[in-house]
């Protein structure tokens, strides 16, 4: 097989894998390892002076180490197309997100629904940042959405998108960058310095996934209002990517999203992002998931047409 047909092989393998298996707790994962190697090198540098640079350098290193040794790995089996395909679907399946995305989101309205609103605050605490002790049901709903809009992003497309430009190599560095920033890009005392690098880093690569996570979901939805929400809202979120795809979202739903949320203790206020503040519901709840699935499905095929096209031009 050719270069071209053995890196959409490679896609299409490993993103029906991630749809059929997500990820169980009971298989080894990469972003534990790169959990674990932050945390080993966080704790060693984030003290004393300079603590800016030592987490640029930390950030910058693990990054560039992720990539050059996977690519070093596939130049290695470059000769082997079936090692080559069964290890770069692999990579593909640990680089994506979306069936455990639904599926976390889908246990906390299960929870809520069937076990009451102290229930849907426990589950709900497990994928998202914020806190959720104080929170009623409309705005349990509301992060749910929020969260499955801003990782479809992150956690889908991005991933996809450097796929199509690096291989799994580049998907993976991705993925150490946005596992940096979940863990340290904090704006806390803590990490104000240290990880100062990651999450500005992090913002830079997710900047043009998050805005065709956004329009590949108005066009696929038929939504004029989730385009003019794009406009009107996606800049004024306190992330310069994160508002793209829930404005979007908003916009699809006629909802509203953002407002105060508590996050590590300090109260975050945010702009909302729409002007209908309606009671959301389970069938808001299961369009998004449905939208997220096709958003994967039509980005996925058109990163395969366009490896066509490109063998074929």
């Not at 696929?220 to 996606?234: N, Q, T």
């Not at 916009?251 to 105060?260: D, K």
């Not at 449905?290 to 063998?311: D, K, S």
């Amino acid at each position: 097989m050719t270069s071209d047909e053995l890196v959409t092989y490679v896609l299409i393998t490993g993103f029906v894998l991630d749809c059929l298996l997500g990820d169980p707790l009971w298989l080894p994962h990469p972003i534990r390892l790169f959990g674990n190697s932050i945390s080993f090198f966080t704790e060693k540098l984030n003290c004393g002076k300079n603590r800016r640079w030592k987490g640029a350098a930390m950030a910058f290193a693990l990054v560039a180490f992720t990539y050059i040794s996977l690519k070093v790995v596939f130049l290695f089996l470059k000769n082997y197309e079936w090692a080559c395909l069964a290890l770069g679907s692999l990579g593909v399946f640990y680089g994506l997100a979306n069936r455990s995305l639904i599926y976390e989101s889908y246990k906390v309205m299960k929870a809520l629904k069937n076990k009451g609103l102290e229930a849907g605050r426990e589950q709900l605490s497990y994928i998202v940042g914020r806190e959720t002790q104080s929170l009623n049901e409309q705005q349990i709903r509301t992060a749910v959405l929020e969260t499955l809009a801003e990782n479809l992003s992150d956690g889908v497309i991005a991933p996809l998108f450097y796929y199509a430009l690096g291989g799994v190599p580049a998907m993976l560095a991705y993925k150490m960058a946005n596992t940096l920033d979940s863990m340290i890009g904090y704006k806390s005392e803590k990490y104000r310095e240290f990880g100062w690098f990651a999450a500005r880093f992090d913002d830079v690569v997710n900047f043009v996934p998050a805005r065709i996570t956004a329009l590949l979901m108005v066009i696929l939805s038929l939504s004029p209002r989730g385009l003019r929400y794009i406009f009107r809202y996606g800049h004024q979120h306190s992330s310069p990517n994160a508002g793209y795809p829930e404005a979007a979202l908003a916009g699809i739903l006629n909802c509203r999203f953002g407002g105060s949320n508590v996050y590590h203790g300090q109260l975050v206020e945010k702009p909302y992002i729409g002007t209908n503040p309606r009671i959301l519901t389970d069938s808001d709840f299961r369009k998004t998931c449905l939208l997220n699935f096709f958003t994967c499905v039509v980005f996925v095929g058109l990163i395969c047409v366009g490896m066509i096209f490109l063998h074929h031009g």
